[in-house]
């Protein structure tokens, strides 16, 4: 089992750069693939960004095409963190992000992630 702690959100204007972390413990952190998730008001939660667990040369990543060029997702596994470094914000950007892990590879609904953090409110306003 692994706990989550999402961090990092925050106000910023449109236009502007934020960056989560996801600090895991209590299980082998790189032994799971791992997600950001997300929710707006009103919404069903969804795929943001998601990374493979330990590679042998490099991550796999894959991303949402709303935010693809834009987010990038990135793990230290000595750290036991997974990051989602955002630009280029944009008002529909606002919600609630979540990180999750998962035990199966390559995943991109949020049924398919077996842990989630509590999230992190981000809000694109001037």
């Known amino acids: 089992q692994v706990q989550l702690v999402e961090s990092g959100g925050g106000l910023v204007q449109p236009g502007g750069s934020m960056r989560l972390s996801c600090a895991a413990s209590?299980?082998?952190?790189?032994?799971?693939?791992m997600g950001w998730f997300r929710q707006a008001p009103g919404k069903e939660r969804e795929f943001v960004a998601a990374?493979?667990?330990?590679?042998?040369?490099?991550?796999?990543?894959n991303y949402a095409n709303s935010v693809k060029g834009r987010f990038t997702i990135s793990r230290d596994n000595a750290k036991n963190t997974v990051y989602l470094q955002m630009i280029s914000l944009k008002p529909e950007d606002t919600a609630v992000y979540y990180c999750a892990a998962t035990y199966r590879h390559f995943r991109n609904i949020p049924d398919d992630y077996d842990y989630w953090g509590q999230g992190t409110q981000v809000t694109v306003s001037s």
């Open positions: 990374i493979n667990r330990s590679g042998s040369n490099s991550y796999y990543t």
């Open positions: 209590g299980s082998t952190f790189s032994s799971y693939d």
